[in-house]
């Protein structure tokens, strides 16, 4: 895992992420650090006020987080926050979190 750290305990990897490639999304957060039993992945692509192909996929715990690998789909922006299974949100103070997604 590389050291491309965001605030709140987000760590992405690789960045710059490339469209159809895989980016791995790991998360140390406030959910993580506050017991929850399972962590969610709220992603979505577009602006960061009307978010498409939004989905929730579950993550997987490690020793040093949740972690998520997914494929980035478009080329533009990947917003995304997590949320338990108490549905409990972290969204960056609600900012959420973005990435660029380029095309190689």
């Known amino acids: 895992m590389s050291k491309n750290i965001y605030p709140g305990g987000v760590r992405i990897d690789p960045l710059p992420a490339t469209a159809g490639q895989e980016v791995c999304i790991l998360y140390s957060g406030l959910l993580a650090n506050s017991g929850a039993d399972q962590v969610y992945l709220h992603v979505g692509y577009g602006d960061a006020n009307r978010w498409q ?8 715990k490690t020793g040093y987080g949740w972690v998520k690998v997914l494929p ?13 299974s108490a549905q409990n949100w972290d969204n960056n103070s609600g900012v959420n979190w973005t990435i660029q997604v380029h095309n190689g």
């Open 53 to 60: 192909k939004v989905q929730d996929v579950e993550m997987d």
């Open 72 to 84: 980035a789909h478009d080329l533009g922006t990947m917003n995304f926050c997590f949320h338990d």
